[in-house]
C-alpha cells in the first residue's frame, strides 16, 4: 500500500513516490490578478491538516482541468487521492507561468473518507 501524507513535513519524505495525499477538495483561482468573485476554471488542490495544497496535477496541464462532475461530487470535501507526488510542480514544457505548490500527478483515484 502507498504511503500516506497528510502534512508539509510528510511531502519531502515521499518526492517521486506513489502516495495517498488526505485533505480536503478545493476549487483554485488561478489568475494573475485575483479579483472577486473568484474564477473557477477546473484547477483544483488537496488541502492538507496544516494548510499546505498539493495540486492535482500541474496547473499548466490540460489534465489539470477536472471534469464539472468531479468537482461537484468532491468540492469542500474531505478525500483521498492516489498518485505520484512531487515537492514542487514539474515545469511547464515551454516558458508560462505556473504554480509551482507541490503537486500529485498521474492521478489515478480520488475518493471521499
Request: proline share 7%; with cysteine; glycine share 4%.
Amino acid at each position: 500500500m502507498e504511503p500516506s501524507v497528510k502534512t508539509t513535513e510528510e511531502i519531502a519524505a515521499h518526492d517521486g513516490k506513489d502516495v495517498i495525499v488526505h485533505g480536503r477538495y478545493r476549487q483554485l483561482d488561478v489568475r494573475r490578478k485575483q479579483k472577486p468573485p473568484a474564477v473557477y476554471r477546473g484547477q483544483v488542490a488537496i488541502e492538507l491538516s496544516d494548510g499546505q495544497l498539493v495540486l492535482l496535477e500541474p496547473s499548466w496541464s490540460n489534465d489539470a482541468l477536472r471534469s464539472v462532475d468531479e468537482r461537484h461530487q468532491f468540492d469542500n470535501k474531505t478525500v483521498t487521492a492516489r498518485g505520484i507526488l512531487h515537492a514542487r510542480a514539474p515545469e511547464a514544457p515551454e516558458p508560462v507561468a505556473t504554480l509551482l505548490n507541490p503537486c500529485l500527478c498521474s492521478v489515478w483515484d480520488i475518493s471521499t473518507t
